[in-house]
């Protein structure tokens, strides 16, 4: 079955940028999305179509994407953002979703 | 703005099947969107259980198929998950959510609040 790769972990101290990689064979032909999940809560998108930010999710996210790998950037990382973080595509078929297992950000 | 509510029981004996309804208000199922189960184990990742259109169409995880299904009411505005032959591993944080589905791939971009489930005698 497909797979997306992430880090488990990620720790930066506040006003790094932290940098959070998702691989996947298909990544090249699909999109990649990525949601912010919070102790407790429901995820939130904070990227679409790999290098787009939604309304309201502050400018220090930011995407992008080189072959077989996509990139979630926060610079001046801020204490609000220790979360964990999950990029999401889709398989070559178009047809099944899938979720990478997730970067736990931790906010030194 | 759209919202989606999860319902059903919290606690399911081994071997039976859980059941769970996903309400949708301000806006209809029969909109041109998908409808998905996602679940999430104590201290792990998001896993996709499967999707339905309101036509009736769906895809499901090929890890869960066998054990999986999907329904949608459209009088009720809302969809079901049925997961048979439950086990312990099957407790979860159930999420349902609408997909935006179109050439460009799928995202979710509502989600319900989540209920617990958990496999138990």
């Known amino acids: 079955s497909y797979e997306l790769t992430q880090p488990p972990s990620v720790s930066v101290s506040p006003g790094q940028t932290a940098r959070i990689t998702c691989s996947g064979d298909?990544?090249?032909?699909?999109?990649t999305y990525w949601y912010q999940q919070k102790p407790g809560q429901a995820p939130v998108k904070v990227m679409y179509?790999?290098?787009e930010r939604p309304s309201g999710i502050p400018e220090r996210f930011s995407g992008s994407s080189s072959g077989t790998t996509v990139t979630l950037t926060i610079s001046g990382v801020q204490a609000e953002d220790e979360a964990d973080y999950y990029c999401?595509?889709?398989?070559?078929?178009?047809?099944?979703?899938?979720f990478g297992g997730g970067t736990k950000l931790t906010v030194l | 703005q759209v919202q989606l509510q999860e319902s059903g029981p919290g606690l399911v004996r081994p071997s039976g099947t859980l059941s769970l309804t996903c309400g949708v208000s301000?806006?209809?199922?029969?909109?041109?969107?998908?409808w998905s189960w996602v679940r999430q184990s104590p201290g792990k990742g998001l896993e996709w259980i499967g999707e339905?259109?309101?036509?009736?169409?769906?895809n499901y995880n090929p890890s869960l198929k066998s054990r999986v299904t999907i329904s949608v009411d459209k009088s009720k505005n809302q969809f079901s998950l049925n997961l048979s032959s439950v086990t312990a591993a099957d407790t979860a944080v159930y999420y349902c959510?609408?997909?935006?589905?179109?050439?460009?791939?799928?995202?979710?971009?509502?989600w319900g609040q989540g209920t617990l489930v958990t496999v138990s005698s």
């Open positions: 339905i259109y309101h036509d009736g169409s769906t």
């Open positions: 179509r790999d290098t």
């Open positions: 999401q595509s889709i398989d070559n078929s178009g047809t099944y979703v899938v």
């Open positions: 959510a609408r997909e935006e589905r179109t050439v460009a791939g799928t995202a979710f971009d509502y």
């Open positions: 301000g806006a209809s199922i029969t909109n041109r969107k998908w």
């Open positions: 298909a990544l090249p032909k699909q999109y």
